[in-house]
Structures are given as structure tokens and as C-alpha cells.
């Protein structure tokens, strides 16, 4: 009788073949799944450095033959990126950094303090999420057009100025708040009271427990909250064509690129539909770019902030 | 005075006082940024402004609200709001569960998939949203010259199926539905980032002492996953349900939101627009309520924690 096997190869074990398809089919359906996430973002990526004639040519699939930045170029000169950047990224760190303390601030005060109201404020925060922004919007933007203050007329217009956003962040209202002030309530009452305790012994009161106690111990969430404003600031058009409609910034441009293309292209004499949004993919990879790398270089906080904020506990 | 005096103690009273001193920005916040404007809202929502610039309002009732149930946009785009979320809400609820089941093993390159589900919070949200699927929709009901049809490649992998789709005998019905779940598994997959988060989460802090002690008990994985898995994650299955539901209802990028928005702040009918937003919000508020009534039942709490 032959051996069909040398005993030195061990025949895998029943359970060593399961695992392993269970490894093969896992990675199968991820990747098949993060294919189409990945798919439309590189192609974006690739039509990028082409022109209109590798489009029109049936033989290009995603790599050009002619390689070109021009689409780059004059998405950049359109949108007049340098400048268009700084003011932007100014704005929405200010608005980022406003509401980050302010959320923070509320949630420590909603986790850590008993108060009548407090469940109630809460809710409120919750309700918040709910009601479309459309709602408010309408007599925010009157109020802040003609701005009063306990009835007593200012005559103060303050649309087109950056003050109505930043006081909606100030104030535990912006874009998307709630949300921040549930992840970061949810954190701070799973803080063990002892340290605000034994915080107490040594003298410090409230507000000294807050700054040197419990804001150093939630580095972690305060990055993730920072990351989460920055980005949604950042992609947010609404409440900026709310109150600034006649501003200048990025996420304001990104979408008048299109009618701005057509001016410049057709001035030129050139009508050419597709080099025209082939700019205009351009100008939006421009866009996003600056939250793709934020993205890449914080992703650990976005995940772990979320993990951590005891949404599970 | 004194029957707040007796009912607390001064510990208490002084630990209420810190807390309201913490709030207090959003205490104003709800009074002037939040509990106005909804006033405002609804008075504005129940009649007509008179002049741009100041606040006249002509009383007309319900008129807004009833001419919105006649207005067949109106009906149409509400319509597909709430067909919409009826869809994508189970689709995302089940595919995000079974991405964070995926991810929960250790493996390698685990991270770099991880980054690749996060990655759509940042590209489908706000005005990121608006233009993917502006391009997306342009492409697909206006291909009508080879240069559009081009224009439409840039809008991501729909070109290779259109093509494909194309070529082939398939009639058209079952080819537009093919397109159509195509286009809905990359916004279902675009719409999953932090559910996945919140599930992995959850099914992390699954205590492994549970599976060793149902181990010992001869249980199947199938029956581990009924009995273990479910009912542990059900308390955020709960979140992740209502929060996708509201982020469904919400999306900026919808019709319904898109007109009421554009009916306000270009055509300036700002009791129409007010009174469809508040209609539109109270339809959701019903959802999400008759939801969370039902929900809250299926849940199940452990004690120990």
C-alpha cells in the first residue's frame, strides 16, 4: 500500500479549515464592500488628470493618456483656492473651537451636576437632532437681519457677518450639537465620581475639577468632538448660505464652480461640456481634500472617540 | 424661598447652582436661538409676512397646512422621503451590523478597512452629499449625447453597468432596477459610518465569559448569536435605528428639504415653506416616537454590569 501522505505534513484539522474559510470568505465580502466606497472616490481621483478626449475614447478605462493638471489648475484659479482656503479654514476653526467648548462645557454640566431641569435639557438637546433646520432657519434669519434683544430694537443687521453661526455655537445650538453634547454627556457620566471627590478634598472646587480634573482625563473625546465639528463645519452649506449668502467661502464656491466654468469656458469659445465638469470634479477634490488628510491623520480619534464615549455602557 | 431652602440641603443647593452655571449657555441658547424661532416659526407658518423686512404677518389659519396636503410636489416629494427611509433604514441597520460583525476579529489590515467604512462620514456629508448625488442624478435621466454620457462617467461606477447593462438582451424595467440597487448599496454603504462604529462598539464590550460558559454548554454559533449577540447590542441596536431614521428624514440632500428650503429662502413664501417644514416635522416626530414605543420593548438589559 502506498502512502498517499508523508507523515511529516500534517493534514490541516477540521477547525484550522473552517477558520481559514472563514478568514477567506470575511475578506471577500469586505473588500467587495469597501470597493464600493474606494471605486467612486479614485475614479474621481483619475478623471481628474484627464481631458475631454480621454473621455470620449472608449479605450481609456481610468488611466489617461494624456496626462494633464490643467483641470486642477483651473479649479484652483476659479475658486481662487489660496485665499479662498485660509479665510474658510479660519472660519470653521473659529466655529470648530466655539462649539467644542461650548458642548463640552453643557455636557459636564448636564453628566455631573443634579439640578431640576436637567433631564429636561437633555431632551431638549435630543429634540434638537430632530427638528429640520428649515424650521428655524426662517425667523433665526429675520431675527438676526433686524436683531433685538429682549424687544428693545438694535437695528443691528447681522447677516453676512460670521456673528449668528458662531453665537448658534456658543450656545449649544449649531450644526449637529446635540449629537456632540449626547457623545460627550454619555462620556462624562461614565467618569468616576471619585475623582471629583477626592478633587474636592484637596480644595479644588467645581470649576478648578473641571479644568485641571476632568477636561485633561477626556483628551481623547475632545479631539474626536473637535474632529466631528471641524468636519461637518467644514461640508456644511446650509446655515452659511443661511446667514452669509453672499460670502466668499469654499463650500460656497465648490458649488458655483459649475457656473463660473461656464462663463470662463464660453468666453474662450469653447463649449465643451465634458472638459467643464471635468473641472468641475476637480474643484470639488480640491474641496475635500484638506478633510480627507484631517481624516487620515485623526482617524484613531474619530473611532476610538466613539468607542469610548460609552455610547455602550 | 424657604420651602426651597428646606427642601434641599446646602450641598444640594450650591452642586444645582454649579450645574445651572455649566448650562447656561444653552439655557439662553433655548430661550432666544431655539424657543423664539419655533414661536416665530409657527406663527409665521400660520399666515403670510407682509413686508421683507419686518415682521407684519396677515393671519390666514390653517390655509398652509392644507394647501401642503393638496400640493402635489409637496405630497410627492413626502412620499419619497418616507419610502426612502422605509427602504434604506432596515438596509442600513442590517449591512452596518454585519460590517461591524466583520470587523470585530482581529486581522490583519483590520484598521485600513476600518478607515475605509469611516470614510463616507466625511464624504456624504453637507455639500458633499448635494454634489454626489447631483452629478450622480444629472448623469442618469440626461444621457442623451455621447459627450453627457461621458460627463456621466465622472460620476463614479456607474458607467461600467451602464454599459454592460447596454449591451445586453435585459429589458429595461429589470436594467433600471439594477441601476437603481446599485445606486442605493453605495448610499446605504455611504450612510453606515458611525452605525458600524456604534455596533463595534457594542459588540466589543461583549463580555467573552458569555460564549465560554455557552461554549460548555454545547451551544452553536448560530444559537450564540440569537441568544448572546442580539439581546447584548440590543440597547444600541435601538440608537442606531432612531438615529438612522433621523438622519434619513434630515438629509439636506433630500427632495423634500430641498424645496422646503428653496420655497422659504428663493421663492420668499415663508408661511408655505414654514408650515410644510413644521407638517414634515411633525411626521417624523410620530415616526420616530411610534418606533422608539415598539423598540423599547425588544430591548433587553442586563443587570450586571
Not at chain 1, 134 to 140: D, T, W
Request: proline content about 4%; overall charge neutral.
Amino acid at each position: 500500500m502506498f502512502k498517499l501522505k508523508s507523515p511529516s505534513i500534517k493534514k490541516p484539522s477540521k477547525k484550522q479549515l473552517i477558520s481559514f474559510g472563514q478568514a477567506f470568505i470575511t475578506y471577500v465580502l469586505l473588500t467587495c464592500l469597501a470597493y464600493i466606497i474606494i471605486y467612486p472616490v479614485f475614479a474621481r481621483l483619475m478623471y481628474s488628470f484627464m481631458t475631454s478626449a480621454d473621455l470620449n475614447d472608449d479605450t481609456v478605462f481610468l488611466f489617461t493618456k494624456n496626462f494633464t493638471l490643467e483641470n486642477w489648475a483651473t479649479a484652483w484659479q476659479l475658486m481662487n483656492y489660496g485665499i479662498s482656503f485660509l479665510k474658510t479654514a479660519f472660519l470653521v476653526l473659529s466655529y470648530t473651537v466655539l462649539q467644542t467648548a461650548a458642548v463640552t462645557f453643557i455636557a459636564y454640566g448636564l453628566a455631573r451636576f443634579r439640578f431640576p431641569g436637567r433631564s429636561l435639557l437633555f431632551v431638549i438637546s435630543i429634540i434638537t437632532l430632530i427638528i429640520p433646520p428649515q424650521i428655524l432657519s426662517i425667523p433665526l434669519y429675520f431675527q438676526f437681519q433686524n436683531l433685538s434683544i429682549l424687544g428693545l430694537n438694535t437695528g443691528m443687521n447681522l447677516l453676512n457677518t460670521p456673528i449668528p453661526n458662531a453665537l448658534l455655537c456658543i450656545t449649544g445650538l449649531g450644526l449637529k450639537s446635540g449629537l456632540l453634547i449626547f457623545l460627550m454627556r454619555q462620556y462624562f457620566t461614565s467618569f468616576p465620581k471619585e475623582l471629583d471627590e477626592a478633587a474636592a478634598i484637596d480644595g479644588a472646587g467645581p470649576f478648578k475639577t473641571f479644568f485641571l480634573v476632568a477636561l485633561p482625563s477626556a483628551r481623547t473625546m475632545l479631539v474626536t468632538i473637535f474632529l466631528f465639528s471641524l468636519v461637518w463645519q467644514w461640508t456644511d452649506r446650509f446655515y452659511v448660505s443661511v446667514f452669509e449668502p453672499t460670502s466668499k467661502y469654499l463650500q460656497m464656491m465648490v458649488t458655483q464652480v459649475y457656473g463660473m466654468v461656464k462663463v470662463a469656458t464660453q468666453a474662450s469659445g469653447n463649449v465643451d461640456v465634458v472638459a467643464q465638469s471635468l473641472i468641475n470634479n476637480s474643484a470639488l477634490l480640491l474641496f475635500i481634500l484638506p478633510m480627507v488628510i484631517v481624516f487620515l491623520f485623526g482617524q484613531r480619534y474619530f473611532i476610538e472617540g466613539v468607542e469610548r464615549s460609552g455610547i455602550v455602557g | 424661598m424657604k420651602g426651597i431652602k428646606n427642601k434641599y440641603t446646602k450641598m444640594q443647593l450650591r452642586e444645582m447652582k454649579t450645574g445651572y452655571i455649566f448650562v447656561l449657555p444653552f439655557i439662553i441658547g433655548i430661550v432666544f436661538f431655539l424657543a423664539l424661532p419655533i414661536f416665530d416659526s409657527l406663527r409665521i407658518s400660520f399666515g403670510d409676512i407682509n413686508t421683507f423686512n419686518g415682521y407684519d404677518i396677515v393671519f390666514k389659519g390653517f390655509t398652509h397646512y392644507f394647501d401642503a396636503l393638496e400640493d402635489v410636489d409637496y405630497i410627492k416629494y413626502l412620499s419619497e422621503a418616507l419610502k426612502d427611509t422605509a427602504i434604506n433604514t432596515p438596509l442600513i441597520v442590517v449591512v452596518s451590523f454585519v460590517i461591524a460583525m466583520l470587523l470585530k476579529k482581529e486581522f490583519v489590515g483590520r484598521t485600513a478597512y476600518r478607515i475605509v467604512f469611516f470614510l463616507p462620514v466625511i464624504l456624504s456629508s453637507g455639500v458633499m452629499a448635494d454634489i454626489m448625488v447631483d452629478t450622480l442624478i444629472q448623469s442618469i435621466i440626461d444621457p442623451t449625447t455621447a459627450s453627457d454620457m461621458a460627463a456621466g462617467v465622472l460620476s463614479g461606477g456607474q458607467e461600467f453597468v451602464t454599459k454592460l447593462l447596454l449591451s445586453s438582451d435585459i429589458s429595461t424595467d429589470i436594467s433600471s432596477f439594477i441601476l437603481y440597487a446599485q445606486e442605493n448599496i453605495s448610499v446605504v454603504l455611504s450612510h453606515s459610518g458611525i452605525q458600524i462604529l456604534i455596533f463595534l462598539a457594542a459588540l466589543q464590550s461583549i463580555s467573552p465569559s458569555l460564549y465560554e460558559a455557552s461554549a460548555i454548554e454545547g451551544a452553536t454559533a448560530w444559537e450564540n448569536f440569537w441568544k448572546i449577540t442580539l439581546p447584548m447590542v440590543s440597547p444600541q441596536l435601538l440608537v442606531v435605528v432612531l438615529f438612522t431614521v433621523i438622519d434619513r428624514f434630515t438629509d439636506m440632500s433630500t427632495k423634500i428639504m430641498k424645496s422646503i428650503y428653496d420655497i422659504g429662502f428663493v421663492d420668499l413664501q415663508f408661511g408655505r415653506s414654514s408650515a410644510q417644514a413644521w407638517l414634515y416635522c411633525a411626521i417624523i416626530g410620530v415616526i420616530v416616537a411610534i418606533l422608539y414605543a415598539i423598540l423599547k420593548r425588544t430591548v433587553f438589559t442586563y443587570e450586571e454590569r
